[in-house]
């Protein structure tokens, strides 16, 4: 009769243990869950300023070349054309920038300012 008693205080008392660590989990998987949601923000937030970062050097790369082509010439610069409905950036020579009519039509002369008003850029800005 002893012993069973033991039996079963022992089987309580391991039973005890193992849901304290089960809640131990279970609050460090809430933690978890609440990192990789920072760590997501925190991505996108980079990323978003890699692509200005690009869009930048690009810009550069237009107007200067790259560092690796000889002659240092200097492009005439690019007219860039959006539209205010599509919200979408063109070179002026793309059809679609000639397709946009006069009253949404919206020039540019840096896709790093269409870009950080919000448009974005067609395939046929390199
Ligand atoms: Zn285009």
Not at 29 to 53: A, D, G, P, V
Not at 82 to 110: D, E, P, R, Y
Not at 121 to 126: G, L, N, S, T
Request: glycine content about 2%; overall charge positive.
């Amino acid at each position: 009769m002893d012993e069973l008693k033991q039996v079963e205080i022992n089987v309580v008392g391991s039973f005890r243990l193992a849901k304290t660590d089960i809640l131990k989990l279970h609050d460090f998987t809430l933690f978890l869950q609440k990192e990789i949601e920072f760590l997501k923000l925190l991505n996108k937030k980079y990323q978003s300023k890699i692509i200005t970062l690009e869009t930048s050097f690009n810009d550069l790369q237009d107007r200067f070349g790259t560092l690796d082509s000889k002659p240092l010439k200097i492009k005439a610069p690019l007219v860039y054309f959006a539209s205010k409905s599509s919200k979408k950036l063109h070179v002026s020579t793309c059809f679609f920038a000639k397709k946009i009519s006069l009253k949404n039509k919206v020039q540019f002369s840096s896709k790093l300012t269409a870009f950080s008003e919000g448009y974005s850029i067609c395939k046929c800005v390199a």
